[in-house]
């Protein structure tokens, strides 16, 4: 009896004062990363002097160059690149659009190429508008009355939903396929109204694919402002006509890497917890929310386990994607690659969900592993991460799946994230330093304790 | 036993019936809140049509027939005036300020009086700076070297807290207080850091006290950009002076109202829930966060139980509370009206911390009615609504604490809240219609929940 109470005291005892380690730890991690500002004009540098960043592009170039040269100052263990090819998509000379009416003349609206999309050529296009809200609808209508027209997606997202990714989700389809959907009854082009819940006049871009068994047409997106013009104004004038000049067009595929950095564990050197953002960016912003912001946390978090001197026992490395905007080539080779080293990965973890205030982790893993994390529910809640909930982990990350790699997304505030996503409203400016560093604070714990529990 | 056991399914029928009818009620706050732009519009019309409204001001009393007009037109049962008499304190023309070096020339840097400073008189104030970091650092001065001196408080919030009114709170005795404790040692006025984490060109005021038996000296605030630059130039120019001049005096005292509007209850119209902000504001912003947001998300709570047709079953009662910011005229009143009237309250709600995105409710009551709103924990959990803890309801509800009312407060996410606090940033533009929405329907879920299951 005797023993047993010596065992129990022992283990309470290293029990408490484990927990007591890990409660000064992780509250070092956030009083540094609030009272640092690093990563936050590491952002600034990345908007600023880089830019959009879409793959392919000479942006991308030196943002690879940039954070290449960021991480080789860090002090790692080890720095290197990964080199993958990239479609090159150009967006040429900006769009001009606009809306014409014998009844109200013409007004100007502002457009932007979808990603992938082809360029209507020099001359533009020049036709009649159809509007429609849903597939079901553009096809109750015939072939005929489609061809030579011009289809208008005006579906909006869905405001009363508490998450804006699925009111996004729900209508991403439209920018996604509605081209190829338009140009099977013979439309010539299609205008997609802005993936956003704000009512503002920047065109939201993003990508869209085709099907090479069918005719590829133009696609723009239309500023949400301008879309409910583009629609009032087609009730009261059906002979409107809409004109839009793009000059998009697919490059030769360029050479491109993933930048990596590591923190070599010191008792398990082959085992990886990986951190990872993507690099890459839209061309018509500053990729400030998406996804600098995951840049530069996750690059936060190396710095905090530098200067805190804390020695992870497995390898921590973080991965700046390439390319998660157009083909996500840069996580395909990721995974690629460790699939050829049969790298061993005990997490992977993607900040990719803007710098807003973190909520907690989104998780995709089995029950064993979500249960671990979800016990340590008590110590995230302390720092505002109440949400630790199952599903997805992140884009880039996701080609990890099969090799059965729990996947984890950092969850944040959604409320403004898509004012901002794929626009040129996506700058700096509206990234706060705090709501940023919580994140980088709220990884660099998640991995404190996956380094130290394992999963 | 039969009969048990049909007790019992009458009983978890009624109950998961119950819950059933509140999740689809609750639902509804949030869908139609999420979907209407009206508070939203009710927040711009006050920001930019009426603007700061410091109490004795016109723009105040605008503001108190604005809301009354609203209310009038909600249909609600009741609408009426409390009068009450307010200071008048008046900022006069905009201050000016300069650092004045020898070596560096003379730097104009941005100041604003703090609420009930008296002015400095026309000639201003010129004088040698002595800068502090606590008052323990100015009782070690003797009053020989501060007699005549300009003390220049200059403490930083702590960025680690994760909670910045937990750092507002810790300094805010600087600008409460500081004037009195520089004035015991002869000084001729006082500087502060203004209570702010962000950098910026915005001095950010708020009300500071004066002894009646200590001599009154002018106080200002100092942009924290401006208070860098000054600790700077203090550092390598110790004969630096620093030159205000500030024009703000005591008018009159004036009558004032806090503004009330109800929906009678249906079952117990005598007991009432209310909820309540601050219709009053400081007067170089425009008070959109402090606490226009508040108002409006008050006003829509009473409009999303009337469009949605409910019925409570006690009396919800909105308060718009004049003369927060300056000496909680209103809130006393309506204690003072409240007791000789013997009204029962059965909870009192406030929202006065800005129009971010709601993390829970702060509760001052005791265990009983603590643990029974814990117990809804589940159903605030559905909406992010993860904070339910002890702590205070808000200053004008808090003269309610004498009658034993439960006080509640709204919990917002901080971490912008005080980059808007009280300067002239706290515009209309940096209110998120989404965030503020979610604290609309945040509200109503609570009252609903409240009027539904008592406390």
Redesign the interface.
Same mark, same amino acid.
């Given at each position: 009896m005797k023993k047993i109470i010596i065992v129990l005291l022992v283990f309470f005892a290293h029990n408490s004062f484990s927990q007591n380690i890990d409660s000064i730890i992780i509250n070092k991690f956030?009083?540094e990363a /609030?009272?640092n500002n690093l990563a936050y004009d590491n952002l600034r540098y990345l908007c600023k002097n880089i830019g959009g960043r879409i793959c392919g592009s000479t942006q991308s170039e030196y943002a690879v160059s940039w954070i290449k040269n960021l991480l080789d100052k860090l002090n790692l263990d080890t720095v290197f690149l990964q080199e993958l090819m990239v479609r090159n998509w150009i967006r040429g000379d900006k769009e001009y659009a606009y809306i014409s009416s014998q009844k109200f003349g013409k007004i100007e609206v502002n457009i932007s190429s979808l990603g992938g999309s082809i360029g209507t050529g020099s001359n533009g296009l020049f036709g009649k508008v159809i509007e429609v809200k849903s597939y079901e609808e553009l096809f109750e209508y015939d072939k005929d009355y489609i061809t030579d027209k011009i289809i208008f997606f005006n579906q909006h997202l869905n405001?009363?939903? /508490?998450n804006?990714f699925r009111a996004y989700g729900e209508v991403a389809k439209f920018r996604v396929a509605g081209a190829m959907n338009a140009a099977k009854l013979g439309a010539t082009g299609v205008i997609i109204r802005s993936l956003t819940?704000s009512n503002d006049y920047y065109p939201h871009t993003g990508i869209m694919s085709y099907n090479d068994s069918i005719k590829k047409i133009p696609a723009v997106c239309i500023s949400t402002n301008d879309a409910d013009t583009l629609s009032t104004l087609l009730k009261l004038d059906k002979e409107l006509k809409f004109y839009f000049r793009t000059n998009c067009y697919e490059g030769e595929e360029k050479t491109s890497y993933n930048v990596i950095g590591e923190i070599r564990g010191n008792k398990y050197p082959d085992k990886i917890i990986l951190i990872g953002a993507h690099l890459d960016s839209w061309d018509t912003g500053e990729g400030a929310h998406d996804d600098g912001a995951g840049i530069v946390q996750c690059m936060e978090v190396l710095r905090l386990f530098k200067t805190l001197n804390i020695s992870p026992n497995h390898t921590i490395r973080f991965c700046a994607f390439m390319d998660e905007e157009v083909a996500q080539r840069g996580g395909k080779k990721y995974a690629e690659i460790a699939k050829q080293k049969n790298e061993i990965h005990i997490a992977a973890i993607e900040a990719d969900a803007g710098g807003t205030?973190p909520?907690g982790f989104s998780i995709n893993a089995d029950d064993i592993v979500f249960d671990k994390i979800k016990k340590w529910s008590d110590i995230f809640?302390q720092?505002?991460l109440?949400?630790i909930v199952k599903g997805g982990g992140g884009v880039d990350i996701s080609f990890l799946k099969e090799l059965n790699v729990p996947l984890i997304g950092l969850i944040t505030?959604s409320?403004?994230y898509f004012?901002y996503h794929h626009s040129p409203n996506d700058r700096f400016e509206n990234v706060?330093k705090?709501?940023l560093q919580?994140g980088s604070a709220s990884i660099a714990m998640l991995v404190y304790l996956i380094d130290k529990y394992d999963l």
């Open positions: 956030f009083s /609030l009272s405001p009363t939903y /508490l804006t819940l205030t909520f809640f720092y505002n109440f949400l505030d409320q403004r004012d706060h705090r709501e919580l």
